[in-house]
């Protein structure tokens, strides 16, 4: 059964910093393109960050410098270092995942809620 678990939100000031997690399993992780999509309130849901199967991470314009994105494959777990938060990155966080030869073949997370507050 594939199974992606979202964990490390939470509340944070504006500034502050969190690391998500998301714990894979029940499919080869390593040949997996590894992806953070938020959701805003009111917004469609949007790529943050993507990383391949050979760990070449990017991230969008709007988190560039302020998030990274990162993977382990021994522990098929992907993760998003969120620094500077700002209220504008309040959302639910999903991971996603996209097999590399087949497109069709993606996954998603449940989410976990990012709050920027002060």
């Known amino acids: 059964q594939v199974q992606l678990v979202e964990s490390g939100g939470g509340l944070v000031p504006p500034g502050g910093t969190l690391k998500l997690s998301c714990v894979a399993s029940?499919?080869?992780?390593?040949?997996?393109?590894m992806s953070w999509y938020r959701q805003r309130p009111g917004k469609e849901r949007e790529l943050v960050a993507h990383?391949?199967?050979?760990?070449?991470?990017s991230s969008a314009a709007s988190v560039k410098g302020r998030f990274t994105i990162s993977r382990d494959n021994a522990n098929n777990t992907v993760y998003l270092q969120m620094n500077s938060l700002n209220v504008e990155d309040t959302a639910v966080y999903y991971c996603?995942?996209?097999?590399?030869?087949?497109?069709?073949?993606?996954?998603w997370g449940q989410g976990t809620q990012v709050t920027v507050s002060s």
């Open positions: 996603h995942a996209q097999n590399s030869y087949y497109d069709y073949d993606v996954h």
């Open positions: 029940g499919f080869t992780f390593s040949i997996y393109i």
């Open positions: 990383i391949t199967s050979a760990g070449d991470g």
